[in-house]
């Protein structure tokens, strides 16, 4: 199995800034295994969506709502991921979930995509 346990969750006012971070661990937390990972969220009385995805090689994709505030990187040698966020807003509130697998092309942003999740933390961000 693999492993995923994100941090960096918290309150913020808005226009403020985060850092999440996801490290990956198991027998089977491998870049085979965790080809792409992403970081999704779900808000109160909505569905699990995603914010940012990230392959090995670096290739990133993101959700339209969070372009140029939120930046996805990782470190394969540390099997960990981040979320740098930044002008965050009050509709940005929700818990932030950390995903790895093998998504097919049309799912690297879909959580039907992933295989492996983490337990989340929660973003709260006061207007």
């Known amino acids: 199995q693999v492993q995923l346990v994100e941090s960096g969750g918290g309150s913020v006012q808005s226009g403020g800034s985060l850092r999440l971070s996801c490290a990956a661990s198991?027998?089977?937390?491998?870049?085979?295994?965790?080809?792409?990972m992403g970081w999704f969220r779900r808000a109160p009385g909505k569905e699990r969506e995603g914010v940012a995805a990230?392959?090995?090689?670096?290739?990133?994709l993101y959700a339209d709502s969070v372009k140029g505030r939120f930046t996805i990187s990782r470190d394969n040698a540390k099997n960990t991921l981040y979320l740098q966020m930044g002008s965050l807003k009050p509709e940005d509130t929700a818990m932030y979930y950390c995903?790895?697998?093998?998504?097919?092309?049309?799912?690297?942003?879909?959580?039907?995509?992933?295989?492996?999740w983490g337990q989340g933390t929660q973003v709260t961000v006061s207007s």
């Open positions: 990230i392959d090995t090689g670096g290739t990133t």
């Open positions: 198991g027998y089977y937390a491998s870049r085979y295994n965790m080809d792409w």
């Open positions: 995903a790895a697998g093998r998504p097919g092309w049309t799912l690297r942003l879909h959580p039907a995509g992933y295989t492996y």
